[in-house]
């Protein structure tokens, strides 16, 4: 069955590993790409979609309603995915307002397009820091689905106001949504503020390596290709109204994922540089996926180690 389908924030990393995920699984489906091209967008993310009749870029903002309106009354979607977003913690730190204005006006006035232009689905890309963090020395406790949203920071906070909106959407006006949360995303074609990127980056020049603290924070990392087909299968399966947690049940801390690449690039331990802490820095995250395993029968593909060694080569190929 074909299908017009609309990415938001497609020009990013998780958003254009996506797009060329779904135009090659499913051949018969149309993908429009909506990106504002900010700093962190990057086009030549899309080199290998350009040229498939089946995709269109159009360059806007989604918080800009007349722009947003007039795409959906031509375009006709029959899904739209949000994956657009501000999401860098410490620049919402310095400047939260932007954050504000993309992540929750944003996904306002997508939902109001969705809403007048009957929209078959809308799905909400979110993150497991809308949860808060966890204890370091208790492995037992897990976020699922049900865990209070205690956000640490203004890019977190947009994010879980942003979902609160999305599920309101569903009990006020019914209409059709779906949310994901994921844990941290590694893979190729991220944007080198992020922390594998930049670690990578930095070793290969031999640069510092700034490690927050005392750089044991932990995160639930997880392939980008895997959240892709975790979103596949939720915005073709999943169930209207709920929330879907994604993760690889992959926890590592910090120093340890430095310390992996730097082996892994052969170079000396002296490139990593302590650095002052950020402020309200969550210590732990870990998601229990067995929902979208069970309901869905979704699993992750990649294991750490060799998805580690691709996004390292794949770096070195594009640096």
């Known amino acids: 069955m074909k299908k017009n389908i609309l990415v938001t924030g497609g020009a990013g990393f998780i958003g254009s ?64 995915i ?111 503020e992020k922390l594998i990127p930049l670690i990578i980056d930095k070793a290969i020049k031999n640069n510092k390596i700034p490690l927050y603290g005392n750089g044991l924070n932990v995160r639930d990392w997880i392939h980008v290709y895997d959240h892709c087909s975790a979103i596949d299968k939720i915005i073709h399966n999943g169930k209207i109204g709920e929330i879907y947690n994604v993760g690889a049940r992959n926890e590592i801390s910090n120093i340890d994922i430095v310390e992996i690449i730097l082996k892994e690039l052969n170079k000396p331990q002296a490139l990593i540089e302590y650095v002052k802490d950020r402020p309200g820095h969550d210590l732990r995250y870990a998601i229990d996926s067995s929902k979208i395993e069970k309901e869905l029968n979704w699993k992750s593909e990649y294991d750490f180690k060799t998805g580690i060694v691709e996004t390292i080569k794949w770096y070195l190929e594009n640096n």
């Open 17 to 80: 590993n996506f797009i060329i995920y779904i135009l090659k699984k499913y051949q018969q489906y149309k993908v429009v790409n909506i990106d504002k091209l900010t700093y962190a967008a990057n086009l030549k993310n899309l080199d290998e979609a350009k040229a498939n009749p089946n995709y269109k870029f159009i360059k806007g903002d989604i918080a800009d309603e007349n722009f947003i309106k007039d795409v959906f009354e031509k375009e006709k979607f029959d899904i739209v």
């Open 82 to 192: 949000n994956f657009a977003a501000e999401s860098h913690v410490d620049n919402s730190i310095s400047d939260p307002r932007i954050f504000m204005i993309t992540n929750i006006i944003g996904t306002q006035v997508l939902l109001d397009a969705c809403k007048k232009y009957k929209v078959g689905r809308f799905h909400q890309v979110s993150t497991d820091e809308v949860y808060g963090d966890l204890e370091l020395d208790n492995k037992e406790l897990l976020f699922n689905e049900n865990s209070n949203i205690n956000p640490s920071s203004p890019y977190s906070a947009s994010k879980a106001s942003a979902d609160l909106l999305v599920k309101s959407y569903y009990r006020t006006y019914n209409l059709p949504v779906t949310i994901s949360r994921c844990s941290n995303n590694y893979g190729p074609h991220q944007f080198k």
